[in-house]
């Protein structure tokens, strides 16, 4: 029954892009946070989640995503996501996160503007 | 304006367990396409599916571990409305209590959950929800729309 997330991270100069792959439930929010933290251990400070390959995601698992929002705010680092469905578009935007982590259409588009 | 007859109906149990959602996600899906509803507004529907049955899983404190998800296909001539009722027997909860979240307070807060039903009634045309000591039903629809 479970759709069960992949996580994958393309680092490049400074940045890193993480891709995820699959439901963003608690287990999938966790991995991506588990990720996520240890690029920030390795001192990445820029960060970018491509979320093209998740259809569905829930609250819990964005909830998690919200903790790291947080602690990029904590650290001066750079979140930002791209390549949304437009429902997990709206649903960030129900929520707000739109304004601690900005939402781009494409990676080209996130990249240029995150490292800017 | 909707008619409302019920051309078809259409009611899963489902175990409290977890990923139960995802099943109930996928009858939603199939179900709206059959109603040729576009592909945005049925993603919008299984999202609010499987918020409703998480708050189940999750708040109701339920004994007889089963959740009920009924979909029904509301029109005259041709479907125009599909409305979810997702039931549980648990302890209830009194909604009007339930303070909206806010993210900048959650963003600082220690506890960054309660977002449910806030997603349901953004992504859902209609949302009424009834608690009390019987449980709780989170009744949704949503128009068919233009395709």
Excluded at chain 1, 87 to 110: H, R, V
Aim: hydrophobic residues 40%; aromatic residues 4%.
């Amino acid at each position: 029954m479970t759709d069960s997330l992949n996580v994958s991270v393309d680092r490049r100069d400074g940045m890193a892009v993480i891709y995820t792959e699959g439901y963003i439930n608690n287990q999938g929010g966790e991995e991506i946070a588990r990720v996520a933290y240890k690029l920030l251990d390795d001192g990445v400070k820029v960060l970018l989640l491509n979320l093209g390959g998740t259809k569905i995601v829930n609250s819990i698992g964005i909830s998690i995503l919200i903790e790291i929002i947080e602690k990029m705010i904590e650290i001066e680092g750079k979140l930002g996501f791209c390549c949304l469905t437009p429902t997990i578009e709206k649903t960030f935007q129900i929520m707000g996160l739109a304004q601690y982590a900005p939402i781009f259409p494409n990676e080209e588009a996130a990249v240029a503007q995150l490292r800017g | 304006m909707a008619g409302d007859a019920i051309m078809r109906e259409v009611t899963l149990a489902l175990p409290m367990v977890p990923d139960m959602e995802i099943e109930a996600s996928r009858t939603a899906t199939a179900i709206a396409e059959s109603m040729r509803m576009s592909p945005d507004r049925i993603d919008e529907v299984r999202m609010a599916v499987v918020e409703a049955c998480i708050n189940a899983l999750e708040h109701s404190r339920a004994t007889d571990s089963e959740i009920f998800v009924t979909f029904e296909v509301i029109g005259d001539k041709d479907p125009e409305k599909l409305r979810i009722t997702v039931r549980d027997s648990g302890v209830g909860f009194s909604p009007d209590q339930v303070e909206e979240p806010i993210i900048e307070e959650k963003i600082k807060a220690r506890r960054k959950r309660g977002w449910g039903l806030k997603i349901i009634h953004g992504l859902m045309d209609e949302v009424e929800i009834h608690s009390g000591a019987e449980g709780t039903r989170v009744v949704m629809s949503k128009l068919r729309g233009t395709v």
